[in-house]
């Protein structure tokens, strides 16, 4: 593939900012396989801590740490144990994500790619966290995001986020629901250009109710919403709502461009299970694109660095350069 038409390219002149996650578990490994496997096809500046990444470099047999890095400095390097949950690693995490959000404030940086971070690590320092998209969207004062999560056979956009379970039913109203999919076709047309997207919304219930007979949520709030939808709108096909697996299934067929997803679990154990590897998360609604990858933390390896696979980083980075350069062309 040549330079002009590989999106990955320097050539591209999109500029990616990394924060390398919670110091102590997989990222920073992670961070450093995804530099070395593109460092001669993408404009990076590294957001991190300059002595937790040579500690994974030497492990790694890697001579160097990339030298377009911020070194915040922020990791006090007796007491610092890769694998450790603490409020030490929480609080550094949060501040790697504050200083890349200045990055884009100043245009230093055009897209931001998070490696994972620990919401408990983060809590212990003191901050009420849910998670990076609800963090970002406060800092950009941006009220209405949409979290996508996909890999290369599927894309998922969920209606709630990170809830527990039991307030799944209350958060799924008719106007989150509409704003849900009204959010989604915009991120398909700006992001992925896709001109009049094809989408279909799960059941909350098994079997989709069964027409009320199991629940009365899709009788309640999601056929409505549907059916209002439908009459106002015509920039989507949009379908539904059909049972979890058999809306997961179509998408997999290329019947639908992305499932609407009712809740967490519903769009994450597919995207596993299909392909892991290629799984990203992508944070749409803000002022730039941010992305990461589909997994977290993994401090139960982050002490043998060797066992941490990049692939889901990599797919990361390379959609967060295809988006931004789609949307300069929407």
Known sequence: MTSKSN???????????LTIGDPAGIGPAITLKAFKALKNKVNFTII????????????????????????????????FVFGRLNAQTGRASLEYLDKAYDLLKEHKIDCLVT?????????????????????????????????????????????????????VPEALTKKNLEN?????????????????????????????SDNGVIGKEEQRVIKPALKSLKAK????????????????????????DCVIAAYHDQALIPLKLSDPGSGVNLTFGLPFVRTSPLHGTAFDIA????????????????????????????
């Open 7 to 17: 999106p990955t390219l320097k050539s591209s002149k999109v500029r990616v900012g």
């Open 48 to 79: 991190g801590d300059s002595f937790v990444l040579g500690r994974q470099a030497k492990a790694l047999g890697i001579k160097s740490i990339p030298a377009d890095l911020v070194d915040l400095n922020n990791i006090d390097k007796k007491s």
């Open 115 to 167: 490696c994972p971070i620990s919401k408990e690590a983060i809590n212990l320092a003191g901050a009420k966290f849910l998670g990076h998209t609800e963090y970002l969207a406060k800092k950009a004062g941006s009220g209405d995001l949409l979290m996508m999560l996909l890999n290369d056979k599927l894309k998922f956009s969920l209606v709630t986020r990170h809830i527990a379970l039991a307030q």
């Open 180 to 208: 849900n999919i009204l959010n989604t076709i915009k991120c398909l047309n700006s992001l992925f250009l896709i001109k009049r997207p094809r989408l279909v919304v799960c059941g909350l219930n098994p079997h989709a």
């Open 233 to 256: 709108y015509s920039g989507a096909v949009i379908a539904g709502p059909l049972s979890a697996d058999a809306a997961v299934w179509g998408a997999f067929n290329k019947k639908f």
């Open 303 to 330: 002490r043998k660095p060797s066992l941490a696979n990049p692939s889901s980083l990599i797919a990361a980075i390379k959609l967060a350069i295809k988006c931004t350069l789609n949307q300069r062309k929407a």
